[in-house]
């Protein structure tokens, strides 16, 4: 099972970026998908997750600018970024909770994808 994320780049202060994180391989289902962050000097941190029935949380920091959702047919999941500031600059991690064939669970993460804010 892989995790490829995209999406990522350098943008100016209240612009916007649409993440993308695809799973591939011996999927049988997937269970929360999510993304997280990590700044320079930080420990790595929630943004925003989504259950496979589509409930979504949100760190503070995201909430009524970022926006997580999932194509389920596609093993996808989405994080819509407005309204960026300085401060979101970090490598954005993708991870979800995978059942594979063997019927066994797994946390999968993905490569990261750099996001970098201009003020």
């Known amino acids: 099972v892989q995790l490829q994320a995209s999406g990522g780049g350098l943008v100016q202060a209240g612009e916007s970026l649409r993440l993308s994180c695809a799973a591939s391989?011996?999927?049988?289902?997937?269970?929360?998908m999510g993304w997280y962050r990590q700044a320079p000097g930080k420990q790595r941190e929630l943004v925003a997750a989504i259950s496979s029935d589509g409930i979504t949380n949100y760190a503070g920091s995201a909430k009524g600018r970022f926006t997580i959702s999932r194509d389920n047919a596609k093993n996808t999941v989405y994080l819509q970024m407005n309204s960026l500031k300085p401060e979101d600059t970090a490598v954005y991690y993708c991870?979800?909770?995978?059942?594979?064939?063997?019927?066994?669970?797994?946390?999968?993460w993905g490569q990261g994808t750099l996001v970098t804010v201009s003020s």
């Open positions: 391989g011996s999927i049988v289902s997937i269970n929360e």
């Open positions: 991870n979800a909770v995978i059942i594979n064939y063997s019927y066994i669970g797994g946390d999968y």
